[in-house]
């Protein structure tokens, strides 16, 4: 049986992931060239989103969210958010292909 911790971990990456698409709109599906069709193509989701930056930005804001509910906050009480989120960051970058550090 899960724990209520690793639930809410199972649905901080899902919903970090999301608002990593939401928060970056910039993503292109076309491409002009067949270099940059190439290119595309090579360039891994992480890249896509727009690297940590926007995966640090994602993890905030989703994090942020959490902790003003009421209705799951009481579960981080005793947690460090600080190594929480940046183990998130770390997860969702490795998860996107982006560099394992």
């Known amino acids: 049986m899960l724990s209520n911790r ?7 990456s899902a919903a970090a992931a999301l608002a990593l698409l939401v928060i970056n709109k910039k993503i292109s599906t076309s491409a002009q060239t067949k270099q940059e069709l190439e290119a ?4 891994s989701l992480f890249d896509k989103l727009g690297g ?12 942020d969210k959490v902790l003003k509910d009421q209705r ?3 579960f981080f009480k ?8 940046n183990q998130q960051q770390s997860f969702l970058c490795l998860l996107f292909g982006g560099p394992n550090k």
């Not at 947690?79 to 929480?84: F, Q, S, Y």
């Open 52 to 63: 940590k930056p926007n995966l640090k930005l994602a993890v905030n804001i989703f994090y």
């Open 6 to 12: 690793s639930v809410l971990a199972a649905l901080g």
């Open 40 to 43: 595309a193509s090579l360039a």
């Open 78 to 85: 005793q947690t460090d958010m600080n190594l929480l989120m």
């Open 72 to 74: 799951v906050s009481h």
